[in-house]
């Protein structure tokens, strides 16, 4: 069964500090690997996408990095802000035979920052 | 703001009940895709539209359809609603149904079941 595990469950941190979030998963056969960033009663916004090929991609202060022999990911935010404070997920697409692409995503991590 | 737009915004039914929830696509967007999210969890994916045809679709039951129209836009169709349908329901539009497409979220319609 595909899975995409996250922690932490939730994190607390003081504006300007940075922050690493976890994502492990076991998708098959992997097409590619996003994280977005979901603001409370809101739509998510796509952060990054990364394909195999790939093992960081940038967005501004956010930066995923993947292993995909290890299967984890890892998001982090460099010098948070009050906005920072969302949902953050990881979600993982596999592709099936007819071509589809079949995401799995994981629970998120609650991030919130203080002043 | 994406340029998706979802309605109603809020929705409540009764158990056995029908439902319906629209989509209008970002312009340029030939591809829509349905996701459930219960509270305090994930989106869960229901079901991916291209050009009008279902182009791939999760682990939910036959009695989730959908259907998408002409100019995109995109209707998600509940029978026998159950307890557990209640979720926030969004809906994301995207230009590709390809490996690396972005996709863009509308603000969701929130179904409570009764």
């Known amino acids: 069964k595909n899975q995409v595990e996250q922690s932490p469950q939730s994190l607390i941190i003081l504006e300007g500090k940075n922050c690493t979030l976890q994502c492990n998963y076991t998708v098959s056969p992997f097409s590619n690997l996003r994280w977005y960033k979901q603001d409370t009663g809101r739509g998510p916004v796509s952060l990054t996408i990364?394909?195999?090929?790939?093992n960081t991609k940038s967005n501004g202060r956010y930066t995923a990095t993947l292993d995909a022999d290890t299967k984890q990911s890892s998001l982090h935010i460099t010098a948070s802000q009050l906005s920072d404070s969302a949902s953050y997920i990881c979600?993982?697409?596999?592709?099936?035979?007819?071509?589809?692409?079949?995401?799995?995503f994981g629970r998120g991590t609650s991030l919130i920052v203080h002043p | 703001e994406t340029g998706v737009t979802q309605s109603p915004t809020h929705l409540i039914k009764t158990r056995g009940q029908q439902v319906t929830l629209r989509c209008s696509s970002q312009s340029g967007h030939n591809t829509v895709s349905w996701y459930q999210q219960a509270l305090g969890q994930g989106p869960q994916f229901i079901f991916q539209y291209y050009r009008e045809e279902e182009n791939g679709r999760g682990n939910f039951p036959p009695r989730f359809s959908g259907l998408q129209f002409p100019n995109y836009s995109s209707e998600l169709n509940v029978n026998a609603l159950e307890l557990d349908d209640s979720a926030l329901y969004l809906c994301?539009?995207?230009?590709?149904?390809?490996?690396?497409?972005?996709?863009?979220f509308g603000p969701g319609t929130r179904l409570t079941v009764l």
């Open positions: 990364m394909t195999f090929s790939e």
């Open positions: 994301a539009s995207s230009s590709l149904a390809g490996r690396t497409d972005t996709q863009y």
């Open positions: 979600v993982v697409s596999a592709r099936r035979a007819g071509g589809s692409y079949i995401p799995t």
